[in-house]
């Protein structure tokens, strides 16, 4: 399991990062563009009952909440922190709000039109036991919309996202899928504007074929005594896998920011590189910003370099 691959350290990473969630993080990796051509596979409609599983700041739940009444959308998250600036948003005041773990959902079986759950299963220690949940809840001829990132292909990339957290290969969100007893599986690649050629992230959709939960089920004391087998065995191991995983996950920032840089060099020499999934976002004026600063760094340093 990878450094942030438990429920405590991903608890006291958002502790922190809910900070800079919203302005910082998703511009870089998970754009409005990203989320809505995601959504899109869901199929949304206003009375529709929605469960957004890892809901956070409620970034995509502003999304599901353009197409579903909010009073039919259920949002549970983990982390208190994250929950507090969704509860705030005014798109969401309509919304529920459950502290929860997407392993163990507090919801009834059959309940649910739509599961949707956006950048939370790489945080999850057993992906296949969230995704047995998500079948669970679902109504006969429900869909669950799991989005997730995918390994990196190149050596960094991959060398950081394994040190991180849980970055599955394209095969092991089909696997955990039909495992789940899901039918109908379709997908979609996403990726913000810096990605280009990299497989980055995927949105996969799967539709639950009969009534009942998935014939994986899980016992639920098995469930209470692997949560208290899980925390951190010694306080210096528990912070030093923090540290260590929320450095390895800040790195992903100056990759963005130089990818971002090399895609605008191109769309100044008229060769703006095409994804086949490219969010037409505007970048955020703080980004901006940063990046102008960068671009200037970097000239300074090379004039510095070449006159002297
Ligand atoms: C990258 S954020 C995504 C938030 C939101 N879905 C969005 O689109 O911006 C991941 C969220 O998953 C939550 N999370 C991680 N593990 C969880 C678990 N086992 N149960 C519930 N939420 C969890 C974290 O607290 C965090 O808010």
New binding site residues.
Partial sequence: MKLIQH?RE?FWF?RFLSNFYDHYV?PLF?TTGMRDASLELAGLKPHQKVAD?????G??TEGIARWVDGENIEC????PH?MARAKAKAALQDCRFHL????DLPFPTDAFDRYVS???IE??PDPQRGIAEAYRILKPEGLALMIGPLRPKNLIGRWIADTWMLFPEERDYYQWFEAAGFVNIRKRYIAPKWVLKEPYGIALVGEKPQPGPSALSYEPDRFEARKSAVPVKSLPAFLGRLLAGSLAGFLFIPMALLGYLRYGVLKILGRPPVHPEVARDRLPLQLKLVLAFLGLALVAALAVRYAG
């Fill in positions: 429920k991903a958002y998703n998970w599983v890892g809901s956070g700041t970034f995509t549970l998250d983990q982390s994250q929860g773990d997407a392993e956006a950048g939370s945080y999850w």
